[in-house]
Nanobody, 121 residues
Framework: QVRLVESGGGSVQPGGSLRLSCAAS????????MAWFRQAPGKEREGVAG???????NYVDSVKGRFTISRDNAKNTLYLQMNSLKPEDTAMYYC???????????????WGQGTQVTVSS
């Protein structure tokens, strides 16, 4: 059974940090382009950061310089280090796996259940 399980979400104050993790199982993790998406209430889901098997990274402009995506193929785990968090980063964050070579060309078809990130003072 293919599974993606996120963890690490929570509530932080503006300027704080969180590290999200996504544990994958049931498929050959290293074959897939992996990414983090987020969806805020009333907004469409957007791609935040993506990474290919060679470690090449893509980011949406709003998180560049603050977020870092990484992957450990030996542990079948994807990470998102989020620093300097802002209230507008508040959203449900989803781990996704799929085909593609960049965040904008990715076709995701494996999804986790999501983990909530809330940034508020």
């Amino acid at each position: 059974q293919v599974r993606l399980v996120e963890s690490g979400g929570g509530s932080v104050q503006p300027g704080g940090s969180l590290r999200l993790s996504c544990a994958a199982s049931g498929y050959t993790y290293s074959n897939f382009y992996m990414a983090w998406f987020r969806q805020a209430p009333g907004k469409e889901r957007e791609g935040v950061a993506g990474i290919d098997n060679d470690g090449n990274q893509n980011y949406v402009d709003s998180v560049k310089g603050r977020f870092t995506i990484s992957r450990d193929n030996a542990k079948n785990t994807l990470y998102l280090q989020m620093n300097s968090l802002k209230p507008e980063d508040t959203a449900m964050y989803y781990c996704a796996g799929g085909e593609g070579t960049s965040l904008t060309t990715m076709y995701p078809y494996l999804w986790g259940q999501g983990t909530q990130v809330t940034v508020s003072s």
